[in-house]
């Protein structure tokens, strides 16, 4: 049985939270690494920002992920905190195409279909340095995400908007 799990939702919903919650109780757990990129190409006056290139950035975040995944263990079970399949999501909101290397990628990743998603959470989401959508963007990015992993033929389980640990508990109940 494949025990690789996504865990995936509009930005600001608590999939960090989750993951590290996961983490405490000793599950292997793969970190989102979007933030990470764009503080580095701002520290740097980069220019992969899905502000200014979205194609670079989704293509630079899709291979990370997939290395991680790749070098994931295989195992024992494995959350990852979002997937290459999000790239597409995110692409979809600006009229973008996937590119064959983000297409490529996906089919590296073989994911449990079962994927769990944070639902946006007015009352948690905040705005940063890497977070710059707004509440109704977010909104948005979260139909692309659950619309396009539909598409790719995912059964989607809604994370109810409880404590951590209750979520983290809700999840291990349904694995």
């Keep these: 049985m494949n ?3 996504i865990i995936t939702g509009g930005p600001g919903t608590g999939k960090t939270s989750v993951i590290n919650e996961l983490k405490k109780k000793g599950f292997n757990c793969i970190d989102e690494n979007s933030r990470e990129v764009i ?3 701002i520290i740097i006056g980069g220019e992969v920002l899905p502000w200014k290139d ?3 950035f ?4 899709s291979n990370i992920r997939t290395q991680k995944y790749l070098t994931s263990p295989k195992e024992s079970i494995c959350f990852f905190d979002r997937s290459p399949i999000d790239c597409i ?3 979809r909101l600006n009229n973008l195409e996937a590119t064959s290397k983000i297409i490529n990628d996906i089919k590296k990743c073989n994911f ?3 994927v769990f998603y944070t639902p946006i959470w007015e009352e948690i989401y905040v705005n940063d340095d890497e977070r710059k959508e707004n509440i109704k963007q977010a909104k948005e990015i ?3 995400i659950l619309e396009t992993y539909k598409s790719k033929g995912y059964k989607l389980v809604e994370i109810p908007k409880i404590s951590i640990t209750a ?3 809700f999840i291990i109940s349904k694995i």
């Design 54 to 56: 979205q194609i670079a």
């Design 3 to 5: 025990q690789r799990y």
């Design 112 to 114: 449990n279909t079962t």
């Design 58 to 61: 989704e293509n630079k975040i």
């Design 39 to 41: 503080s580095r190409e």
């Design 89 to 91: 999501a995110y692409l």
């Design 167 to 169: 979520r983290v508990d």
């Design 142 to 144: 979260e139909t692309s």
